[in-house]
């Protein structure tokens, strides 16, 4: 075998793991700044007092939560929610199809559904050895 083939050969088996490591993250990254997104898109459109995005932004059993509790459809019972306002998106941590966006003042929970990330809870306060105590969430 030439010097040649035996140079590319070891190129590749130094570099393989490398670009596998990188092709990973690159997937949780790409994760991350679609939850990010969705995070403050949320925001958003709690500041527009958009309430059919607001609730096309809540995962499903979350919205199916808000309208059992006022007994209305989701748009007549999401002002009646008090969600406080976030602000900027500071951090996200992504944990395979769940990430938590921490925001300036909120915490929010989010799923990832065939459709995009969904607000799972918002209005989120953490809690000295307890669970985030949440103003929305699902069942």
């Known amino acids: 075998m030439s010097e040649r083939p035996r140079h590319i050969t070891r190129l590749l088996l130094t570099l393989g793991p490398l670009v596998l490591a990188l092709t ?3 997937g949780a990254g790409e994760r991350g700044a679609e939850a ?6 949320f925001e958003q ?3 527009d007092r958009d309430r059919t995005a607001l609730c096309a932004a809540l995962a499903p059993e979350t ?5 059992n509790s006022e007994k209305k459809p989701c748009v007549d019972a999401i002002g ?11 951090s ?7 990430a938590r966006a921490v925001l300036a003042s909120d915490t ?5 559904f065939p459709d995009g990330w969904k607000v799972v809870a918002a209005g989120c306060q ?13 069942g």
């Open 24 to 26: 990973g993250c690159g």
């Open 108 to 112: 929010l929970f989010l799923s990832q």
């Open 80 to 90: 009646a929610q008090d969600i406080p306002a976030g602000g900027a998106v500071r």
């Open 126 to 138: 953490p809690r000295p050895d307890r669970p985030y105590q949440c103003t929305v969430k699902g």
């Open 92 to 98: 996200v941590d992504v944990y395979g199809r769940q």
């Open 36 to 41: 990010s997104a969705a995070a403050a898109a």
């Open 63 to 67: 919205r199916g939560e808000v309208e």
């Open 45 to 47: 459109v709690l500041a």
